[in-house]
């Protein structure tokens, strides 16, 4: 996690088996995600709460956005954004894509 990439072997095994296509954020977490809080350095960013109503767990958001999109580079796998409808809107959404799709380097 410190480096800020995904493991190699990992991003090799997913390009290797051709995997198209990758999901982000997986299961739950989608329902509540807060794509902001999984940007920038890591002991910066905040924390997200699992979408599981019963339980709500937190949890820091080690795996974030920037980590997402260069798995998505290094395997050239599609991205599938999962977005949150639960407590966000669609500025929020389309914000979040905005993010993902802005040319490298470019301002927010």
Request: with cysteine; hydrophobic share 45%.
């Amino acid at each position: 996690p410190k480096t800020g990439i995904t493991f190699p072997s990992v991003a090799a095994q997913l390009k290797d088996i051709g995997v198209s296509m990758v999901r982000y954020p997986a299961g739950l977490l989608g329902n509540l995600f807060q794509w902001e809080r999984a940007i920038g350095p890591m002991e910066k960013r905040g924390q997200q709460i699992s979408g599981l109503v019963l339980t709500p767990v937190p949890f820091d958001s080690k795996f974030g956005v920037d980590e997402y999109g260069a798995l998505l580079d290094a395997t050239g796998a599609a991205g599938n954004l999962l977005i949150n409808c639960g407590t966000a809107d669609a500025a929020d959404a389309a914000n979040f894509v905005a993010y993902m799709t802005a040319p490298q380097g470019s301002p927010r």
